[in-house]
């Protein structure tokens, strides 16, 4: 009994694609491990610069960096909820450049004067309602790109906790080595006289 030809052909045919389905299934898988995103590049852009160069004082250039900060906030938490965390890793990175040049600024003020503590007032204040935004930011972003975005919350959360301290100054409760509670001795005891 001969085989025809027409039947040889459907028989390679069915050869070929049980062979060829091993191979098309390995080519899916990747052959490295996915790597973690990158970490966002901090930095003030060359416009962002000179908008901050060109405000006056301290208070006005303080206003303009956390207005453009808060934009970039705002950017960054569009792209994450359309699922660009690349984009939104770039947006982030760029809030955190202008957080650190906010922060590098008001260090370099004089801690004593009253100008310095409104300021670092005002920074507190805007970064109070911002800590939260990166927290959600984090909880809704897969896990290569959280890990990010916690470390910018954490940076957020120390750079408001620096603006509060240098918004108190040395007015507060001092810790003594121990960990016990020392009263500040700037100011006049309780029973001192006071003047009229």
């Known amino acids: 009994m001969a085989i025809s030809l027409h039947h040889r052909w459907i028989f390679l ?29 901090r930095f003030v852009s060359h416009d962002e610069r000179s908008q901050i160069s060109s405000a006056k004082d301290p208070k006005a250039r303080l206003r303009v960096t956390i207005e453009m900060a808060e934009m970039h906030l705002s950017r960054a938490e569009g792209f994450t909820e359309q699922k660009k965390y690349d984009s939104a890793l770039e947006e982030v990175g760029r809030y955190l450049g202008l957080i650190e040049d906010a922060r590098q600024v008001l260090a370099s003020l004089t801690r004593d004067k009253n100008s310095t503590r409104d300021l670092n007032r005002r920074f507190d204040i805007a970064l109070r309602s911002q800590v939260p935004r990166l927290a959600v930011m984090r909880r809704t972003t897969p896990a290569a790109y959280a890990g990010h975005l916690k470390t910018a919350e954490e940076f957020a959360r120390d750079t408001r906790t620096e603006a509060l301290e240098s918004f108190y100054g040395e007015s507060v409760l001092r810790e003594d080595a121990d960990g016990q509670k020392k009263p500040d001795t700037t100011k006049d005891p309780l029973g001192a006289p006071k003047r009229p």
């Open 13 to 41: 045919a069915q050869i070929l694609a049980v062979c060829s389905l091993p191979t098309g299934l390995m080519a899916q898988q990747p052959l490295t491990p996915q790597l973690p995103a990158p970490p966002p590049m």
